[in-house]
């Protein structure tokens, strides 16, 4: 069963990545009917990633875990959501002024962030090692949209490369 969400996920993510890297070079322009496509497999790339965290077939064990999975998995979850909530309206449109403000004030990708957090919080918190190493598969998929995002901004925002001096990661 493991195996089977580990594909699922793969694939979800796998799909976002790709779409990323098509309208990069150009080759495709999403609407909004590919942009809820994404959210939609996006939900279920991270139900199955979940799913791979706490029913490993190679579980250590929880105790110790805890005290490193919780703080991540609840920071990434808190830095998702806040920057989604921030940026909702204007993350698939394209319109509107940069966001500097709130989180986006120190992080130019706290939604990435708080992915990353979340991919090694679950694994950490669930003592599933198999799952933690798989784990560096999708954050270098997140790394991809964000240098994709990162090129998208600076492209549309010339005020990008000042706020990007003033911000990490």
Do not use: Q
């Not at 909004?32 to 579980?59: C, K, N, Q, T």
């Amino acid at each position: 069963m493991y195996h089977l969400f580990f594909v699922i996920a793969l694939g979800c993510f796998g799909y976002h990545t790709i779409i990323h890297v098509l309208e990069y070079f150009g080759l495709f322009k999403a609407n909004e009917r590919v942009h809820f496509s994404i959210g939609i497999a996006m939900f279920f790339g991270w139900l199955s990633y979940f799913y791979m965290s706490f029913f490993d077939p190679f579980m250590t064990g929880i105790s110790a875990y805890i005290v490193f999975g919780v703080p991540m998995l609840i920071a990434g979850f808190c830095l998702f959501f806040e920057s989604h909530r921030k940026v909702h309206k204007r993350m698939h449109h394209g319109k509107g002024p940069l966001v500097r403000d709130g989180v986006y004030k120190y992080l130019r990708h706290p939604m990435y962030l708080g992915e990353i957090l979340m991919f090694l919080g679950a694994p950490i918190l669930g003592g599933s090692m198999l799952t933690l190493m798989i784990s560096s598969v999708f954050i270098m998929m997140v790394l991809i949209w964000r240098y994709f995002e990162e090129s998208e901004l600076m492209e549309r925002y010339p005020e990008y490369e000042e706020y990007r001096k003033k911000t990490i990661f």
